[in-house]
């Protein structure tokens, strides 16, 4: 891992094991399967629901610094802490959770390579007790969204501009041929196909078959061979923005791209629009 730009960001499953009982470590378990925490989970963990916890429930938005404050507070995290984040779907949910926490300017958020696949696979242990941690004081700012946040107007600018976008989708949805991922029929869209020079590169060619991501020399070939370039400023989308906060996190962490955004309104909000540009 140290050829990435920032291996920091990345611990292993050792690691983890060895920190399991730090007081300044705060495993955290996000998976889109929401009952997978339940019937065992890396010892110590919290579990934070991508859904409930992190998102308003009436506004399609995230929560505000208040709501987030509590939430942490409550999970006995604090602004010195480090946290690991790991779930199923070889991380895609872990990778939005950090993103969402980044918003917020958290400083020490890392992923544990390979996630909860890895885990499992190497026999480690798994528990069902919910650890309770002391109430903290955390403070969150105000969220930084367009810092590291794309909005449908950024995306148009982006457009104007001529500047990279990469969709994340698999081939069927980039081509319009699915109008939503296999089995997630109500955050499809009523166009198929994908943004006007959005280049297709599936948040899947990032990682190996054991979940953990490639090299620094296979993903710098794998996005350079489509012209995205850490000297660019690149927008991320796929359909609801969890699987592009996947390959935000590999461009801006193992990469170093030092401008990547995410849109996550991606394709379910762009499909729907009128008046904007798609392609087939």
């Known amino acids: 891992m140290t050829d990435y730009v920032h291996p920091e960001v990345l611990v292993s499953t050792d690691w983890v094991a060895q920190h399991l009982n730090d007081p300044k470590v705060r495993i955290v378990e996000t998976d889109e399967d929401v009952l997978l925490y339940d019937i065992g989970h890396v010892p110590n963990a919290v579990k934070i629901d991508w859904h409930t916890d992190l998102n308003n429930p009436l506004v399609r ?9 509590a939430l942490l507070q409550a999970k006995g995290i604090g602004a010195d802490t480090t946290l690991v984040f790991y779930g199923d779907k070889n991380n895609w949910w872990a990778c939005y959770a950090l993103w969402v926490f980044k918003l917020f300017g958290f400083k ?17 242990e798994l528990s069902k007790a919910v650890p309770n941690y002391p109430k903290t004081a955390y403070a969150a700012p105000q969220r930084k969204d367009h810092e590291i946040r794309a909005f449908r107007n950024d995306v148009l600018f982006h457009l104007e501009q001529k500047k990279p976008l990469v969709d994340v989708r698999s081939p069927g ?8 991922m296999a089995d997630y029929p109500q955050e499809g869209a009523m166009r198929g196909g994908h943004i006007p020079g959005a280049k297709n590169i599936p948040w899947a060619k990032a990682v190996q078959d054991d979940g953990t991501f490639k090299s620094a020399a296979e993903l710098k070939e794998l996005y350079q061979a ?3 370039v850490s000297d660019k400023e690149v927008i991320a989308y796929c359909r609801i923005g969890e699987r592009s906060s996947h390959t935000w996190f590999v461009l ?13 309104g991606s394709w379910t909000e762009w ?3 009128v008046g904007v540009p798609i392609e087939k």
Do not use: C
């Open 108 to 124: 020490d958020a890392r992923i544990m390579n390979g996630g909860r696949k890895k885990w499992i696979d190497e026999g480690r």
């Open 271 to 273: 499909g729907n629009l």
């Open 61 to 69: 938005d995230y929560l505000n610094a208040d709501q987030f404050s």
């Open 252 to 264: 801006t962490y193992l990469l170093g791209f030092p401008n990547v955004r995410n849109y996550d």
């Open 173 to 180: 949805e980039f081509s319009g041929q699915l109008l939503h």
């Open 226 to 228: 489509q012209g995205i």
